[in-house]
């Protein structure tokens, strides 16, 4: 069992970045899909960013030319490096990864589509 841990998450104010990282224990991440999601207050999951075992990437469009995604050369950790957040961007983040074989490009934007899904890291956003 593939266990997702994030963190980075707090406090900022508008205009500043965070960065968000995701490790799985015990495991790396090749030739896994990852992908973060988030989820606000009284709303379902929203996909924010995607990585394919490749290399290829997909966002959001309320989050792209911000939120970058990409993982470490030893492929243990992904991160979420997020720019320019305003209040909008409040939200739990979670961590998610599948497993092979891995979900089409399509499926990514579903959030229980997801093998593997972390426990959340709060990120704030304040004026």
């Known amino acids: 069992q593939v266990q997702l841990v994030e963190s980075g998450g707090g406090l900022v104010q508008v205009g500043g970045s965070l960065r968000l990282s995701c490790t799985a224990s015990?495991?790396?991440?090749?030739?896994?899909?990852l992908g973060w999601f988030r989820q606000a207050p009284g709303k379902e999951h929203e996909f924010v960013a995607g990585m394919s075992w490749s290399g290829g990437t997909s966002y959001a469009s309320s989050v792209k030319n911000r939120f970058t995604i990409s993982r470490d050369s030893a492929r243990k950790t992904v991160f979420l490096q997020m720019n320019s957040l305003t209040q909008e961007d409040t939200a739990v983040y979670y961590c998610?990864?599948?497993?092979?074989?891995?979900?089409?490009?399509?499926?990514?934007?579903?959030?229980?589509?997801?093998?593997?899904r972390g426990q959340g890291t709060q990120v704030t956003v304040s004026s």
């Open positions: 015990g495991r790396t991440f090749t030739n896994h899909n």
């Open positions: 998610v990864a599948d497993a092979p074989p891995v979900l089409i490009r399509s499926s990514w934007y579903n959030f229980d589509a997801w093998d593997y």
